[in-house]
């Protein structure tokens, strides 16, 4: 029903949006940047990293992989209108969703730029590749684009927020955890949905939810060298599947009730069963992929220790 059937939830929409009017914090880029840093690059000078602005291989791809994610936003954009149409609430929270949206890249791309932590060159045709070949995930039906913002949104604030705690720079951590701040209200716009529209029809929507998270993935194809990115972001302890399953698949689930639902038809009960047990595997082994890493960190610092023993020949 839900998929057919917007309009039954429009007037949430209108409230979640004058909810989230009420909450957003007005904000402006340009106060943010730490502009004295600038002056470094000019035109055809190579890239360096520029003085105390050294950064892990991990944390530079999350800064690298958060930017450009950002940057595709009218690539998302048209993916949530062709789910959700532009007319009414559901049109006046897309744009505004937008507009917010639109300050995180040009917050991110100057601070990274006058700070020097990202070789230009590289960003912008990384950028250029990215948006050129307008790759966004594919349009999921009304209800599992609700289900899948929701955990995008919820991730995404993580991500950032995770990356200011990485960060040795006060300036980059008020500025990430200000687009954090957003992300979070994002998410609470849709989580909320969520959870109206399984008041409406939770038959279909926990049918959506299960089709949704055994799929789910951030919305990283099309960025260049993206698996490896995420892979130091991982290392970093930044986002993995741990954090994955921690901080946003399971705490989520459990704002939905999702095992506490009653009045299922069989086939959704069916996929509730999927979907609890794909949440166990996913917790299992985020915590098998978390204590390697840890072990890696361990052995890593022990080596680094002056004094510690070799390791194994």
Same mark, same amino acid.
């Given at each position: 029903?839900?998929?057919?059937?917007?309009?039954? +939830?429009?007037?949430?929409?209108?409230?979640?949006?004058?909810?989230?009017?009420?909450?957003?914090?007005?904000?402006?880029?340009?106060? +943010?940047?730490?502009?004295?840093?600038?002056?470094?690059?000019?035109?055809?000078?190579?890239?360096?990293?520029?003085?105390?602005?050294?950064?892990?291989? &991990?944390?530079?791809?999350?800064?690298?992989?958060?930017?450009?994610?950002?940057?595709?936003?009218?690539?998302?954009?048209?993916?949530?209108?062709?789910?959700?149409?532009?007319?009414?609430?559901?049109? *006046?929270?897309?744009?505004?969703?937008?507009?917010?949206?639109? %300050?995180?890249?040009?917050? +991110?791309? *100057?601070?990274?730029?006058?700070?020097?932590?990202?070789?230009?060159?590289?960003?912008?045709?990384?950028?250029?590749?990215?948006?050129?070949?307008?790759?966004?995930?594919?349009?999921?039906?009304?209800? &599992?684009?609700?289900?899948?913002?929701?955990?995008?949104?919820?991730?995404?604030?993580?991500?950032?927020?995770?990356?200011?705690?990485?960060?040795?720079?006060?300036? &980059?951590?008020?500025?990430?955890?200000?687009? =954090?701040?957003?992300?979070?209200?994002?998410?609470?716009?849709?989580?909320?949905?969520?959870?109206? =529209?399984?008041?409406?029809?939770?038959?279909?929507?926990?049918?959506?939810?299960?089709?949704?998270? +055994?799929?789910?993935?951030?919305?990283?194809?099309?960025?260049?060298?993206?698996?490896?990115?995420?892979?130091?972001?991982?290392?970093? &302890?930044?986002?993995?599947?741990?954090?994955?399953?921690?901080?946003?698949?399971?705490?989520?689930? %459990?704002?939905?009730?999702?095992?506490?639902?009653?009045?299922?038809?069989?086939?959704?009960?069916? =996929?509730?069963?999927?979907?609890?047990?794909?949440?166990?595997?996913?917790?299992?082994?985020?915590?098998?992929?978390?204590?390697?890493?840890?072990?890696?960190?361990? *052995?890593?610092?022990?080596?680094?220790?002056?004094?510690?023993?070799?390791?194994?020949?």
């Amino acid at each position: 029903m839900i998929s057919s059937g917007l309009a039954d +939830l429009e007037p949430v929409v209108g409230k979640l949006l004058d909810r989230h009017l009420a909450s957003a914090r007005e904000w402006f880029p340009h106060e +943010l940047v730490p502009w004295e840093r600038g002056g470094r690059t000019r035109p055809g000078e190579p890239w360096e990293v520029a003085p105390g602005a050294a950064l892990s291989e &991990g944390v530079r791809s999350a800064i690298f992989v958060n930017l450009l994610t950002e940057d595709n936003l009218p690539y998302y954009t048209c993916a949530l209108v062709s789910s959700f149409g532009a007319e009414g609430a559901w049109g *006046d929270w897309m744009r505004r969703w937008t507009a917010e949206e639109g %300050r995180h890249s040009i917050v +991110l791309r *100057d601070w990274v730029t006058v700070s020097g932590l990202v070789d230009p060159v590289v960003l912008e045709r990384a950028r250029m590749q990215q948006v050129s070949g307008g790759v966004a995930p594919e349009p999921w039906s009304p209800a &599992g684009t609700m289900v899948y913002v929701a955990l995008q949104e919820l991730a995404t604030r993580i991500a950032h927020f995770n990356t200011a705690k990485a960060l040795d720079d006060p300036a &980059g951590y008020e500025i990430m955890k200000r687009v =954090a701040a957003d992300e979070n209200l994002h998410f609470l716009f849709y989580r909320d949905l969520v959870s109206a =529209a399984i008041e409406l029809d939770p038959s279909d929507m926990v049918a959506e939810i299960e089709r949704v998270v +055994l799929g789910f993935a951030m919305p990283g194809t099309g960025i260049s060298d993206y698996r490896a990115h995420a892979a130091s972001i991982a290392e970093e &302890g930044i986002y993995s599947v741990a954090v994955f399953h921690d901080q946003v698949l399971a705490p989520t689930l %459990r704002y939905w009730k999702v095992e506490e639902l009653t009045g299922l038809d069989a086939r959704s009960c069916e =996929a509730r069963d999927r979907l609890l047990k794909h949440t166990e595997r996913v917790q299992r082994i985020g915590r098998r992929l978390e204590e390697q890493r840890l072990e890696r960190k361990d *052995d890593h610092t022990m080596l680094e220790t002056p004094g510690a023993p070799p390791g194994p020949a």
